[in-house]
């Protein structure tokens, strides 16, 4: 069974940074992509970025809103992605996910961590 | 970048009604079209992949279609465990702003 857990979240004051972790399981982590999605206070889900697979050239792709202030690396050593962020903004302040899929044969398998909370505040 | 816009952004509707979310991407897709179902304080779950694939354990009440720059999420019969929000999302990048579907 495929299982993701973030953590690193917490309070942070603006202008401060954060690394959030996703540890993976379950998963042939170095042949998976994953994407760090996020979700503030009664909004709508937001893409953050992708990590992909070596295979696909291990690129990263971020959202334009991000780019700039958001890191997302790998070490596939140890299963685990991670996001950091520079320069911390109140409107950062979110539920982070990371999340991947898997295709087998014609079927689809989209797995979600339980998010972490990040609050930007002073 | 792709833009993904969702309409209506709120929708009332009663037990047994035929819902339709429509989805417009600004662009062709990088990749496909997904969508997905979140309720308060869970998880996104996703529902239907690549526009119009069922998702296994997912009602057949819910039905996608669609290509090219616009696609639909039909509920054919609300049920009382479908009131949500919904969001499209091109599977490899941004996500619509989403749906709320309230009790009329």
């Known amino acids: 069974e495929v299982q993701l857990v973030e953590s690193g979240g917490g309070l942070v004051k603006p202008g401060g940074s954060l690394r959030l972790s996703c540890a993976a399981s379950?998963?042939?982590?170095?042949?998976?992509?994953f994407d760090w999605v996020r979700q503030a206070p009664g909004k709508g889900l937001e893409w953050v970025g992708r990590?992909?697979?070596?295979?696909?050239?291990?690129?990263?792709d971020y959202a334009a809103p991000v780019k700039g202030r958001f890191t997302i690396s790998r070490d596939d050593s140890k299963n685990t992605l991670y996001l950091e962020i520079n320069s911390l903004k109140t409107e950062d302040t979110a539920v982070y996910y990371c999340?991947?899929?898997?295709?087998?044969?014609?079927?689809?398998?989209?797995?979600w961590g339980q998010g972490t909370l990040v609050t930007v505040s002073s | 970048d792709i833009q993904m816009t969702q309409s209506p952004s709120t929708l009332s509707a009663s037990v047994g009604d035929r819902v339709t979310i429509t989805c417009r991407a600004s662009?062709?897709?990088?990749?496909?079209l997904a969508w997905y179902q979140q309720k308060p304080g869970k998880a996104p779950h996703l529902l239907i992949s690549?526009?119009?694939n069922l998702q296994s354990g997912v009602p057949s009440r819910f039905s996608g279609s669609g290509s090219g720059t616009e696609f639909t999420l039909t509920i054919s019969s609300l049920q009382p465990e479908d009131f949500a929000t919904y969001y499209c999302?091109?599977?490899?990048?941004?996500f619509g702003q989403g749906t709320k579907v309230e009790i009329k």
């Open positions: 379950g998963i042939s982590f170095d042949y998976a992509w």
């Open positions: 999302r091109d599977y490899d990048t941004y």
């Open positions: 990590s992909k697979r070596k295979i696909d050239g291990g690129t990263i």
């Open positions: 690549k526009a119009s």
């Open positions: 662009q062709s897709l990088t990749s496909w």
């Open positions: 999340t991947t899929g898997v295709w087998l044969g014609q079927l689809f398998f989209d797995y």
